[in-house]
């Protein structure tokens, strides 16, 4: 059985069973083309930047060390830190950690 995580945002919520599954959803929804030409990187760096006023600057960086999917986990987890969405449910941790 698949976990689900659910991220509700402006009266919307998104599912995936992957935390770039609903940043592309969020992707799709906010670009006029679908989100088809824009890399996920671009789009967070977009997003990230209209929350430059109420998140750390340290928070905003998207770095090339990252997966797609620890950025894309990150960011719903800003989002949902400070007010701008809410993250439910529990990713599979065994999909995006490694241990150390």
């Not at 976990?3 to 799709?28: D, P, W």
């Not at 670009?31 to 929350?51: N, Y």
């Given at each position: 059985?698949?976990?689900?995580?659910?991220?509700?945002?402006?009266?919307?919520?998104y599912?995936?069973?992957?935390?770039?599954?609903?940043?592309?959803?969020?992707?799709?929804?906010?670009?006029?083309?679908?989100?088809?030409?824009?890399?996920?990187?671009?789009?967070?760096l977009?997003?990230?930047?209209?929350?430059?006023?109420?998140?750390?600057?340290?928070?905003?960086?998207?770095?090339?060390?990252?997966?797609?999917?620890?950025?894309?986990?990150?960011?719903?987890?800003?989002?949902?830190?400070?007010?701008?969405?809410?993250?439910?449910?529990?990713?599979?941790?065994?999909?995006?950690?490694?241990?150390?």
């Amino acid at each position: 059985m698949s976990e689900v995580m659910v991220f509700r945002a402006q009266e919307k919520e998104y599912c995936g069973s992957s935390a770039l599954e609903i940043v592309q959803a969020l992707k799709r929804e906010a670009a006029p083309d679908g989100g088809l030409t824009q890399p996920v990187r671009q789009f967070l760096l977009e997003s990230l930047g209209q929350f430059r006023d109420h998140i750390p600057l340290r928070d905003l960086d998207v770095s090339d060390r990252l997966s797609d999917e620890m950025l894309a986990l990150s960011y719903l987890y800003l989002r949902d830190e400070f007010g701008a969405g809410e993250l439910r449910g529990l990713p599979n941790r065994q999909s995006w950690a490694k241990p150390l």
